[in-house]
């Protein structure tokens, strides 16, 4: 089932997500609803925030960038209870977006290298450390986790700069073309 997503505004996406157990209900199915929102958005990531659920869950999708990062051409993963847990390399700035935040893109800056912990969909543990793309993008999503979005990373003049387009999406002026569910004012 595609979900909507929440956009910039939405009290959940500034919550900081609990953990959840393995009993949590219908996991499976949220992990299922999540992939199927987050491809019909084009998007390569989605955390449980951004479909307005305070939990700490999130999917990675980087099969779509198969061409280019041929590493990645079978790579869907179910990130729960996720955290980042140490940093590593350098500081590298590149562009970014992000589902809840339609229309603005940013050069972010993010570590090169991180290690991360986190439960799959089978609650086993993992303890690895990830780089490249792939650290980006998990920096970003478990960022969500914490109650952040990208444009928190991004210069005050740079987010002066987005004023306007942030004031529009309180505003519930949102063009995209996936299902999204705008703050209420």
Same mark, same amino acid.
């Given at each position: &089932?595609?979900?909507?997503?929440?956009?910039? +505004?939405?009290?959940? @996406?500034?919550?900081?997500?609990?953990?959840?157990?393995?009993?949590?209900?219908? @996991?499976?199915? $949220?992990?299922?609803? &999540?992939?199927?929102?987050?491809?019909?958005? %084009?998007?390569?990531?989605?955390?449980?925030?951004?479909?307005?659920?305070?939990?700490?869950?999130?999917?990675? %999708? $980087?099969?779509?960038?198969? #061409?280019?990062?041929?590493?990645?051409?079978?790579?869907?993963?179910?990130?729960?209870? +996720?955290?980042?847990?140490?940093? =590593? +390399?350098?500081?590298? $700035?590149?562009?970014?977006? *992000?589902?809840?935040?339609?229309?603005? /893109?940013?050069?972010?800056?993010?570590? #090169?290298?991180?290690?991360?912990?986190?439960?799959?969909?089978?609650?086993?543990? /993992?303890?690895?450390?990830?780089?490249?793309?792939?650290?980006?993008?998990?920096? /970003?999503?478990? =960022?969500?986790?914490?109650? !952040?979005?990208?444009? %928190?990373?991004?210069?005050?003049?740079?987010?002066?700069?987005?004023? +306007? !387009?942030?004031?529009? $999406?309180?505003?519930? !002026?949102?063009? *995209?073309?996936?299902?999204?569910?705008?703050? !209420?004012?």
């Amino acid at each position: &089932m595609i979900l909507p997503i929440y956009t910039y +505004g939405q009290p959940v @996406l500034r919550k900081v997500a609990e953990d959840i157990d393995a009993n949590y209900p219908e @996991l499976k199915q $949220l992990v299922e609803n &999540m992939f199927e929102t987050n491809e019909r958005a %084009d998007g390569v990531g989605l955390a449980a925030p951004q479909i307005g659920l305070p939990i700490r869950v999130v999917i990675v %999708d $980087l099969t779509p960038l198969a #061409e280019d990062y041929p590493e990645y051409a079978e790579f869907k993963r179910a990130y729960i209870n +996720g955290y980042i847990v140490e940093e =590593d +390399g350098e500081t590298i $700035l590149m562009d970014e977006g *992000c589902l809840s935040l339609p229309g603005i /893109h940013e050069k972010v800056p993010r570590a #090169e290298r991180v290690r991360v912990q986190y439960v799959d969909e089978n609650f086993v543990e /993992h303890d690895e450390w990830v780089e490249g793309f792939l650290a980006r993008v998990l920096q /970003h999503e478990f =960022d969500h986790l914490e109650g !952040k979005v990208f444009t %928190d990373r991004i210069s005050p003049l740079r987010r002066q700069m987005n004023k +306007g !387009k942030f004031n529009a $999406l309180l505003t519930g !002026k949102v063009r *995209c073309d996936y299902k999204v569910k705008v703050a !209420k004012k």
